[in-house]
């Protein structure tokens, strides 16, 4: 009897070790992130005829990505991109006609490239370029642009990056708006990453899964698909990085102005 109660005990101690083995190697539960989700279910930036919305992307404290854009009932827009070494406006007034671009980049090979491109260019005209120092500035005229207005599509850029998170639900309180809550976890993907320390929330439209407001953070660790890996990449490298995303969709579209630059359309 005692050499059996020893044997079982001794069975239990090596599955106890077995699985504290397994746990350095893999984590006990992995998330699919939002992204993964069925097209209906997933966060949108909406199609609406007349909006307006900000949106950046900050990771570790530096700016990645930011816009802003207005598109009204008339089928007026305007948009405006920065990003690392340039920064893009967009306009196309109200009545129609061409679209007008500006465009500030940083760099003296990235500008003549720049140039280069719009003079090849047939259906673009490049009305003024001036420059101070590294910095260069041109104001374009596209003829061939079409109807398609581009706020729509760069929003969406800010609501994918919202789903390489899983979340959960949080109710509606004061708003009529549903609350969804970024989570912590292991994630898969092309490879798999850890999120830690996330919080803040997505709001979404009762009607749909269109976002129309968010503001989250999380610290992020890639690859990170076991603890060991996790640990060894923070160790060894500049992981965790940390991302904050915010996004702010307005119903209202009527605030478009011209741009002063584009009156200022004299070659120079």
Not at 80 to 108: D, F, K, M, Q
Not at 116 to 132: I, M, N, P, Q, Y
Not at 214 to 237: C, F, H, I, K, M
């Amino acid at each position: 009897m005692e050499r059996r109660t020893a044997g079982i005990l001794i069975g239990i101690l090596v599955l106890v070790c077995c699985g504290l083995a397994l746990s350095v190697l893999y984590p006990f539960t992995t998330s699919a992130p939002h992204a993964a989700k069925p097209p209906g279910e997933q966060f949108s930036a909406g199609s609406p005829e007349a909006f307006s919305a900000t949106g950046s992307i900050v990771v570790d404290g530096e700016e990645q990505l930011a816009f802003d854009g207005v598109v009204t009932p008339e089928g007026g827009w305007y948009q405006r991109v920065s990003e690392a070494n340039v920064t893009s406006e967009e306009y196309r007034p109200p009545s129609g006609g061409p679209i007008y671009e500006r465009l500030v980049v940083v760099g003296r090979q990235r500008a003549e490239r720049l140039r280069e491109g719009v003079v090849e260019d047939e259906d673009r005209e490049l009305l003024r370029a001036t420059r101070s120092g590294d910095r260069s500035t041109f104001v374009i005229e596209n003829d061939a642009a079409g109807d398609t207005q581009p706020v729509s599509g760069t929003a969406s850029v800010f609501i994918a990056s919202l789903a390489v998170a899983g979340y959960d639900e949080g109710g509606t309180g004061s708003s009529p708006d549903t609350t969804y809550e970024p989570r912590a976890g292991w994630y898969e993907g092309a490879e798999a990453y850890r999120i830690t320390d996330a919080s803040g929330a997505v709001r979404v439209d009762p009607d749909g899964p269109v976002v129309t407001s968010a503001n989250v953070t999380w610290d992020v660790t890639a690859p990170a698909g076991s603890y060991a890996e996790y640990a060894l990449v923070r160790l060894t490298g500049d992981d965790p990085t940390t991302h904050r995303i915010t996004f702010e969709r307005n119903p209202d579209g009527s605030d478009l102005e011209r741009p002063s630059w584009v009156d200022d359309t004299d070659p120079g």
